[in-house]
């Protein structure tokens, strides 16, 4: 059976993936593109909207469940932040890259751990 959390899980996988191209490309010296960038967002948003959802509508929804949300819901303004360094053809600062990157992982294991 397909559940919000594997819906969130499977949007969250396309982000990363998208999110991981994005950071190679930036560490190589080549400008990320903006349409990968924007997919990256999208599809990020999405996933937290899914699991912001199943949190809200849920009884006793698990700690874990809502620690990973809030780890993602903490990495948009550094996501928001990129995308607008981006937009103005900026360059962007590796550590906020990086920060971003690991509290979206650290989401993502929560998240895992809960489909278990």
């Known amino acids: 059976m397909i559940t919000g959390s594997i819906v969130a899980a499977v949007l969250f996988a396309i982000a990363a993936v998208i999110g991981l191209v994005l950071a190679w490309r930036h560490l190589g010296m080549r400008a990320p593109s903006l349409w990968a960038a924007l997919a990256h967002g999208v599809f ?35 996501g928001v932040f990129l995308f607008a360094t981006h937009v103005h053809a900026r360059r962007l600062p590796a550590w906020i890259i990086v920060l971003h990157r690991l509290m979206a992982v650290v989401g993502f294991v929560l998240l895992l751990v809960f489909l278990r």
């Open 44 to 78: 990020a948003a999405a996933g937290v909207i899914v699991l912001l959802t199943i949190v809200v509508r849920a009884a006793g929804v698990p700690a874990v469940r809502t620690t990973s949300l809030a780890f993602f819901l903490d990495t948009v303004p550094f």
